[in-house]
């Protein structure tokens, strides 16, 4: 009866370690894809997004005059010093129409390389011998049936003017220009759906504001001198601008991305403390089949309470043992995926962005995983003996 009784504790005790290995290496590879997708999103937006942007805390132009322009360009780490104009527009082709966003910028905007790196499709140069060109995005020529041609395709851009107007309270009604196509470029949806690219010189004319932007972008040799420039340019701006690192750009998509990621890690942990029933019954039934020889120890000379801890300490051995090896196989299993790409995106004909799912992995996740293992594990290998330590006389605690 004995060994039977003893078979089926090791067998429960098994299943504990399975669990709590199941929940650790879950929560792993989850973390690990979710680093993935974000490291994916990032990119595309660091794309097209500045390092850093400078907008008007009150009213929406600036005057370019008034800007300590050659004094930020002469920061050491500053790559490129970009005038632009972002604005509603519609477009339109033969009898096709899009509403989009209008994006102007000066010529230093070549020195980035950015419509190098994402033209798809004809030339990334927005002025030719003294002639303006448009770059639109993929998803707006999509829209509008545009494409480079031997013969240029000329595109319509209507936006609101900013011309007076005779009459006092009327709209100033929108202002129309002609650009042939140049090129078109692919980054993102939210990007290629929107933006076409067009000369500062050219938007300024049309919306009847020379001299006038509404934004800087400013773009840095490296990463890490992002933050150092930022503070530079805030202490030569002033309060009268705002300078917008990426994140604060694109606030909202990093918050929804880091609040899915806890909300999952949340979830997952419950069920990691779910797995942690089995270790209270292990050690239950380990207390209870025990009972003979903790009395035995206890004749021997040992305390209640190194009687308490030797099952306490069983509690947080399968606990341990359960992380380490669920966190080695997740380990392992993110490490294929990453060089090997095993789970992939679809049927495999490109339509994503990319083609199988990614993942990075990241020491601070496992450090985290592990902590919360031994912290659920812990909380409940104590409050299991503690119960059962007030039920038998034997483990009752010394006075």
Known sequence: MAKKSHNLINVISLISVVGVGVGAFA?????????????????????????????PTQGRWIEIEN?????IKNLQGVKAWVEAIEEDALFRFDDKQHIGRLK???????????????LQE????????????????????????????????FLQIYVIGNQ?????????????????LGGIFTAHQEVDEQWVLVPLHFAQQLIGLEYKINRIEVFADH????????????????????VKNQFEQKETIYKILKSEK??????????????????????????VDKQRDSDTLKKLGASNDLIRKIFLYEGLLISVAGGIIGLILGIFVVWLQQYFGLIRLGDGS?????????????????????????????????????????KFKNFQPTN
């Open 164 to 180: 007076p107007v005779n009459t006092i309270g009327a709209d100033p009604g929108f202002a129309m220009e002609t650009i042939p």
């Open 223 to 242: 990463l890490k001198s992002v933050d150092k420039l930022q503070k530079q340019i805030i202490e030569l701006l002033g309060p009268e601008f705002i």
């Open 27 to 55: 929560l792993i590879v989850v973390l690990s894809v979710f680093n993935g997708f974000g490291l994916v999103i990032g990119k595309l937006i660091h794309s097209t997004t500045p390092d850093l942007l400078i907008e």
């Open 350 to 390: 490109g339509s994503f962005v990319i083609d199988a799912y990614p993942v990075d992995l990241q020491g601070l996740d496992v450090l985290l995983v592990m902590t919360t293992v031994l912290i659920i594990g812990g909380i409940s290998s104590f409050f299991t003996v503690d119960r059962l330590s007030r």
């Open 67 to 71: 800007l300590p322009s050659e004094g």
């Open 262 to 287: 806890w909300a999952i890690f949340i979830i997952l942990a419950f069920i990691l403390f779910m797995a942690t029933f089995n270790v209270i019954g292990s050690l239950t039934m380990l207390i």
């Open 122 to 153: 004809g030339s990334p140069e927005l002025e030719r011998f003294g002639q303006p060109y448009a770059v639109a995005g993929a998803g707006v020529a999509w829209f509008l049936g545009l494409h480079p041609a031997a013969e240029p395709q």
């Open 104 to 118: 102007a910028v000066s010529e230093a905007y070549a020195a980035t390389g950015i419509l190098d790196s994402l």
